[in-house]
């Protein structure tokens, strides 16, 4: 059995790399524990408080939100964190080299009913001459990534990352330790699942209508097959699932607030999640673009997803061929 530690040291990761890595994981441990003992801790339910998103803060999410803050400004490594949670981001050690952006609890509306929910992260190089507490700093495409990845808290607790050398998953044993559970992660390029948000098909784009109504006809329709419909409302459980055995998973612009791009945030979802997919094989797009290739503009920008398995995509990506 290999440590996670033994595994990116022998993946030639640099010690720096690794020690932010252990903090991380340090982090979402304590998180772990607070989500195993639920309401015996008093952390369910929904707390007074609204993110910058406009959203109603779960109780767990600002407590995510503390614990990863806490954790990583105390790394010498770590030159500034950005949250999904936070106004702006968060500067730390001033020559620090690493900056990391994080959802703390994605899915939390999932927590009252025990369904899984996780931490998404990424990790980019501070700029030279550059505050890690200033936007500016992270304002870099998805292809600067060091690292990306997500721990989900489900019947097991399982990192899922990427280096950029493949991706690879460890489950988290009794004793405390992340142990590699499965090395080179690949999504099948052709499958029969997707995921997607039904309730929200009247505002979609006239090309997702069409598409999606062309995988429920099924074996009966243009695509020839016929396919199973998934939404977990938790994008760590649809990536995780697209990983483990394919699909497709799809968050798209509709037209409830024309004004925003998308739903799921750039920095904090849509790059590490595109980083993971594209490394285990899919693609990742915005049903037009290539996310990764994005250049953010504003700490929080939001952003159309559609990524899953190769062929699937490619399919999905047809229908939004524009004239």
């Known amino acids: 059995m290999l440590l996670l530690n033994q595994h990116l040291k022998h993946n030639d990761t640099s010690d720096e790399l690794i020690e932010l890595i252990d903090s991380l994981m340090l982090s979402c441990k304590e998180i772990a524990i607070k989500l195993r003992e639920g309401a015996l801790a008093g952390v369910l339910g929904t707390s007074e408080g609204v993110n910058v998103q406009g959203e109603t803060q779960k109780k767990l999410d600002i407590i995510s939100n503390d614990i990863l803050k806490a954790v990583l400004l105390d790394n010498p490594t770590v030159a500034g964190v950005a949250s999904e949670e936070e106004d702006h981001p968060v500067p730390g050690n001033p020559d620090g080299k690493y900056l990391v952006t994080f959802d703390p609890l994605d899915g939390s509306s999932n927590i009252d009913v025990n369904v899984s929910v996780g931490t998404i992260f990424s990790i980019l190089e501070c700029p030279e001459g550059v505050s890690g507490g200033d936007d500016s700093a992270f304002m870099q495409s998805g292809r600067k990534q060091v690292a990306a990845g997500y721990v989900l808290y ?7 990352m990427t280096t950029g050398q493949g991706v690879n998953m460890y489950t988290l044993s009794h004793g405390g330790d992340f142990i590699l559970t499965e090395e080179a992660v690949k999504i099948p390029e052709q499958t029969q699942e997707f995921g997607i948000n039904m309730s929200n098909q009247r505002f979609w784009e006239p090309e997702m209508q069409s598409y999606v109504n062309d995988l429920l006809q099924g074996e009966e329709g243009p695509l020839g097959k016929r396919y199973n419909m998934r939404w977990v409302a938790s994008m760590v459980a649809e990536v995780h699932r697209i990983l483990t055995r394919g699909g497709i998973f799809m968050y798209p612009w509709d037209k409830r ?5 998308g739903k799921l945030r750039l920095m904090y979802e849509g790059n590490p999640m595109s980083f993971l997919i594209e490394q285990a094989g899919g693609l990742s797009t915005t049903c037009y673009d290539d996310i990764m290739d994005i250049q953010p503009e504003k700490i929080h920008q ?10 699937e995509v490619e399919t999905m990506l ?5 004239d």
Request: net charge positive; with cysteine.
């Open 154 to 160: 489900g019947p097991c607790a399982v990192l899922v």
């Open 318 to 322: 047809k229908y939004h061929v524009k």
């Open 302 to 311: 939001r952003v159309a997803v559609g990524l899953g398995s190769k062929a």
């Open 257 to 261: 607030d024309p004004a925003k791009p």
